[in-house]
């Protein structure tokens, strides 16, 4: 059974930064593109970035060139690397395989605010 656990999140500054990890347990990870996605309050969940098994990368256009998203096969991890924070970005983060499984992890909070 596929297992999901994200971990990284926090209270940041706008223009800060964070790192967040998600371990991936339950399937052969370094077959399966990889994404983020963030749900913000009162709004539908988003794929944010997008790592394909090779390592080619895609962005929403909302966090190109500010977020990079990475992933480490011997680890079976996938990072997302998040710079230059705005209080737009807050919201609680997921990874998934792209297109996502039904079932997700919990999440982890991240809150860009002053």
């Known amino acids: 059974q596929v297992r999901l656990v994200e971990s990284g999140g926090d209270l940041v500054q706008p223009g800060g930064s964070l790192r967040l990890a998600c371990v991936i347990s339950?399937?052969?990870?370094?077959?399966?593109?990889m994404g983020w996605y963030r749900q913000a309050p009162g709004k539908e969940r988003e794929l944010v970035a997008i790592?394909?098994?090779?390592?080619?990368?895609n962005y929403a256009e909302s966090v190109k060139g500010r977020f990079t998203i990475s992933r480490d096969n011997t680890k079976n991890t996938v990072y997302l690397q998040m710079n230059d924070l705005k209080p737009e970005d807050t919201a609680v983060y997921y990874c998934?395989?792209?297109?996502?499984?039904?079932?997700w992890g919990q999440g982890t909070q991240v809150t860009v605010s002053s």
């Open positions: 998934n395989l792209a297109p996502a499984l039904s079932k």
């Open positions: 790592v394909a098994s090779g390592g080619n990368t």
């Open positions: 339950g399937t052969i990870f370094r077959i399966y593109a």
